[in-house]
């Protein structure tokens, strides 16, 4: 059975390390990848050039911050949902944005999900749990593409 894996596109090494904190503390024990811009994403799922991973299979979550450096969260859910490889995969943005532009903007370019981060240590804790319970146990994922 292939794990599932979670890809977190997270630039802030705080942000990262509470998310990886957080998945920890609710038993949420799958492998996760982290990518620090959007650039390194896009080279992890696409093979847009040597990203110095191997992957095996494409993750079953995406947690995508918007504000990236290189290239941001919302050009790469664009690209993302352009490519066929990658177009099904489940999208969560998970950012302390509270722009309501850039709700709108992630939702019209095919979020699945829109979480605002939390300042708080155990609200963030919260809703990274429940996003990893929901997209990972409750919801069914797409079918595989051949």
Same mark, same amino acid.
């Given at each position: 059975m292939i794990s599932k894996t979670i890809l977190l596109v997270e630039d802030n090494p705080d942000d990262e390390e509470?998310?990886?904190l957080a998945l920890?503390? @609710?038993?949420?024990?799958?492998?996760?990848v982290v990518a620090h811009?959007?650039?390194?994403a896009l080279a992890y799922l696409l093979g847009t050039e040597n990203s110095g991973r191997q992957r095996t299979h494409m993750p079953e979550l995406?947690?995508?911050?918007l504000k990236l450096p290189k290239l941001d969260g919302l050009e790469v859910l664009k690209r993302l949902r352009a490519d066929p490889r990658t177009e099904l995969i489940r999208i969560v943005i998970?950012? @302390?944005s509270s722009e309501e532009e850039d709700m709108l903007a992630s939702y019209r370019g095919g979020a699945n999900s829109y979480v605002r981060k939390p300042?708080?240590?155990?609200?963030?804790a919260e809703a990274v749990k429940q996003v990893g319970m929901y997209w990972l146990l409750l919801n069914e994922a797409p079918p595989s593409r051949p």
């Open positions: 509470l998310t990886l920890r503390e @609710s038993k949420i024990l799958n492998e996760v811009d959007g650039l390194e995406i947690l995508l911050d998970l950012t @302390s300042i708080e240590f155990h609200k963030f």
